[in-house]
């Protein structure tokens, strides 16, 4: 092979493995993102159907739920106005328990319950997952706003 | 008064840290032999302020002086010894001034092992180290004073964290600091020798020790945080890709490129202004690090709203540092370069390839981090990037990077005939292949392309690795044994060897099973037998536990008897998953108590790990190079030649 096209021939192929990289990486990122979807949202059906996303909110007190023995259990979200119910098996982190913020990975089932096969909880007492505690803020907002509506309204 | 007394001491070290930043400087370029010679003792006394300012806090922490809000907020009366120490860098503010006296630490050692270094130029380095020291000092002062008094103080403390309350994480910081701030030495050098205009072959050898120094305590730092990770929160992964791990995983990639990309401004001139952009990056991302991590930015843009001051001061601060460098890059870096030619087949072709590869790598771990805040900006919604993105994303580069080594380290500068390096690596590349085929045959009885993939990877590194020390103990009585800089080389490749194997062997043939147990029942993972005999209360100096005795049986022998712990730490009331593990050097046993599921039944984790201790050794092994490479004669060589210089001009003169 003459040395042009030799010299071709890497260009070409340094081209062709950089495209392909390219490729694989956007995809790789395209199936890997999660969107934070509010549990408003998900009542309203702005979610995502077939792929993971997260959701997140207060651990409703009293709400959990298993079967004595076994590892699947339920427990309900909330974010003061709407609740989600939650499935999950497995070990739950140290932090998790009723009255906390979470967050928890999975998707929606038909069911309207959320299969979760992640369930996070910070490690630091203080510390609300910053997207759970926008949520909860908003939330909490109009939730008194009804009441005190509601309040000179009587 | 104690508290007072370090307050005013770091005070004093920033009057210190100016007079060293700007004095020098001056001194340099209006050539005034005076202002030179403050470098060095500013130096040294913003050192013993900063040291001292750092006692003082250790000091209240050992008294429990709760009356100092940092203190009260980071300990408690029942902390074991060790951690009211450790406690001191368990926070923002004290980590900060750890930052400082490390940096100030550094520049110490530059100004005493800096004589062969021509005068302006030292001064020069120490002085830009000074203005650094500056930004750090104001930042701590006027945002994060760690003297700070609460009045009345309260009785007890609040406790260290109790993820934080463990040997590894107790020098972990120190030593992970270590290697992020010893950047800010490879990041002077840069900025000296743009400001001289004047970079050479001696430049690049000056600045290698020191580059390795801080990348090897960099590597080490890492290690241990994964180590830690692995067995303290509790879950058996070793990385998680979370923005924490990530923020000292980019410079240390950074850094990697930087040795590397040295190597060939060192023998051949080559590669200049790449060097000096690449010098500049690894700090830079040491510094977004630092304050990224800190700031707890990357967890939400809305972090910066929490404490604006901080934010402000920690954008401003690092536009000054990246900006100014980048200007004075664009200004400077231009006229530096030189035009040696060299071949397509010659170690700088393949140094150059390891370079592009490594800043992929970081580019694209960088992207994924900084994606959630840039598409929160963007359009408000709020994404997260899942750990298959980043082993994705860095593996592409990685790959070719792991085969490319075993070439490049055995050709020749300039220009390499590809037949006789053909004939040295034929014998490597057979047994890379046999050993990457068979070892996943017939101890774990499984092959795939990925996996083989790895092995043969890993194999071929660990042999290339030993062929020149092999030929160094082979060779005849007179000829030259292998340097220093070489068999630094040769470690520490083996060490990524160690390390590929270990990732391979992890990723591909560990199991893991989360299980319900009753006391007495017996569940098997992986051939091994996992038996709960018992559960019961112990008492910690500051916390509760329940605990478990698990014994692990295999083909009926017994194995070993782990203790996992749930611990309760009573101030924070915070529970805490404390795993039993039997290591060993091809495998991990792992166990971990979850929660009681009723009716006597607690859910446990159970793992088995193939060679995981690879991962760990393999990092320590890469270090170990870096050691060896820095002890090479030519660094102490070029410190003696210059002192005889200069005491023979002394004489003359």
């Not at chain 1, 909110?57 to 909330?78: A, H, K, M, N, Y």
């Not at chain 2, 795993?579 to 859910?603: E, H, K, M, T």
């Amino acid at each position: 092979m003459k040395p042009r096209r030799q010299r071709m021939l890497a260009v070409g192929l340094t081209v062709a493995g950089i495209a392909l990289a390219t490729a694989l990486t956007l995809q790789a990122f395209k199936e890997n993102m999660m969107f934070f979807v509010e549990i408003s949202e998900i009542e309203k059906g702005n979610y995502p159907e077939d792929r993971n996303f997260r959701v997140g909110g207060l651990v409703v007190e009293g709400s959990v739920r298993r079967e004595i023995g076994e590892l699947e259990l339920s427990f309900d979200l909330t974010d003061y106005e709407n609740q989600l119910t939650v499935n999950y098996s497995g070990v739950l982190p140290d932090l998790f328990r009723e009255g906390q913020g979470i967050i928890a990975h999975g998707r929606l089932g038909d069911n309207g319950i959320f299969m979760a096969d992640e369930v996070l909880a910070k490690h630091d007492e203080n510390y609300m997952p910053p997207e759970v505690a926008e949520s909860l803020a908003g939330h909490a907002a109009a939730q008194e706003a009804v009441l005190n509506s509601e309040q000179q309204g009587q | 008064m104690i508290p007072e007394l370090g307050h005013f001491a770091l005070i004093l070290a920033l009057s210190l840290a100016l007079c060293q930043g700007i004095l020098p400087l001056l001194g340099a370029h209006r050539n005034d032999q005076a202002m030179l010679d403050v470098a060095k003792p500013a130096a040294v006394g913003q050192f013993v302020f900063v040291a001292f300012a750092f006692g003082c806090l250790t000091w209240s922490f050992i008294q429990s002086d709760f009356s100092v809000l940092y203190v009260a907020s980071h300990s408690q009366l029942a902390l074991p010894l060790p951690y009211k120490i450790s406690a001191v860098w368990g926070a923002h503010e004290g980590s900060l001034l750890l930052w400082v006296l490390l940096l100030a630490g550094w520049t110490v050692m530059v100004a005493f092992y800096s004589g062969s270094l021509p005068k302006a130029f030292g001064a020069r380095v120490i002085g830009v180290l000074g203005l650094l020291s500056c930004g750090f000092l104001l930042f701590t002062l006027l945002t994060s004073n760690p003297f700070e008094r609460l009045i009345p103080a309260p009785p007890d403390g609040a406790d260290l964290n109790p993820l934080l309350q463990d040997p590894g994480l107790a020098i972990h910081p120190p030593i992970l600091y270590t290697g992020y701030v010893g950047f800010s030495v490879a990041f002077a050098f840069a900025i000296a020798a743009m400001i001289s205009g004047n970079l050479d072959q001696k430049w690049a050898r000056w600045t290698r020790p020191w580059t390795t120094s801080a990348w090897l305590f960099l590597t080490i730092g890492i290690a241990l945080g994964s180590w830690w990770a692995y067995y303290e929160l509790g879950w058996g992964g070793w990385w998680f890709w979370d923005p924490v791990e990530n923020a000292s995983f980019m410079p240390w990639l950074a850094g990697t490129a930087l040795i590397h990309s040295l190597a060939v401004t060192e023998k051949r001139g080559l590669f200049k202004s790449w060097t000096l952009l690449l010098a500049i990056t690894a700090f830079s991302l040491s510094l977004l690090g630092t304050f990224l991590v800190r700031s707890g930015i990357l967890v939400s843009v809305h972090a910066f709203a929490v404490d604006p001051a901080r934010g402000l001061f920690i954008l401003a601060f690092l536009a000054v540092v990246i900006g100014g460098a980048l200007i004075l890059y664009a200004w400077r870096a231009p006229g530096l370069d030189s035009d040696a030619g060299f071949k397509a087949c010659s170690r700088e072709t393949f140094l150059l390839l390891n370079n592009v590869l490594l800043v992929i790598a970081t580019a694209l771990i960088l992207g994924g981090t900084l994606s959630p805040l840039i598409v929160e900006m963007i359009d408000g919604s709020k994404i997260s990037v899942g750990p298959p993105y980043f082993e994705i994303a860095f593996a592409i580069p990685m790959l070719p990077l792991v085969y490319l080594i075993g070439v490049g380290m055995h050709t020749a500068w300039r220009s390499q005939e590809p037949g006789p390096l053909f004939n040295q690596l034929k014998i490597p590349a057979i047994i890379a292949v046999v050993a990457g085929l068979l070892v996943p045959f017939f101890f774990y009885g499984r092959v795939g392309v990925l996996l083989v993939t790895g092995m043969i990877a890993g194999f071929w590194i660990i042999a290339v690795s030993l062929i020149q020390p092999i030929r160094s103990l082979r060779r005849k009585a007179g000829t030259t044994a292998i340097t220093r800089s070489a068999l630094g080389m040769s470690v520490a490749h083996f060490g990524v060897g160690l390390f590929v194997i270990g990732v391979t062997v992890v990723s591909g043939f560990s199991v893991e099973a989360d299980r319900s147990l009753r006391v007495g029942e017996t569940e098997s993972v992986a051939g091994y037998d996992f038996e709960l005999r018992g559960l019961r209360n112990v008492d910690g100096p500051n916390f509760r536990a329940l605990e478990g005795e698990v014994d692990i049986y295999r083909d009926g022998e017994f194995i070993s008897q782990l203790r996992p712990q749930k611990r309760t730490y009573l101030v924070q009331q915070s529970p805490m998953t404390e795993a039993g593990i039997d290591a060993n050097w091809n495998r991990d046993l792992f166990v971990a108590l979850g929660d009681p599921l009723g009716n006597d039944a607690w859910s446990v984790r159970m793992q088995y790990k193939p060679m995981i201790r690879f991962i760990w050794l393999g990092a320590f092994v890469m270090a170990l190079g870096g050691l060896i490479a820095t002890r090479d004669r030519r660094y102490r060589l070029t410190a003696t030649e210059t002192e005889k210089a200069s005491t023979l001009s002394g004489e003359l003169a």
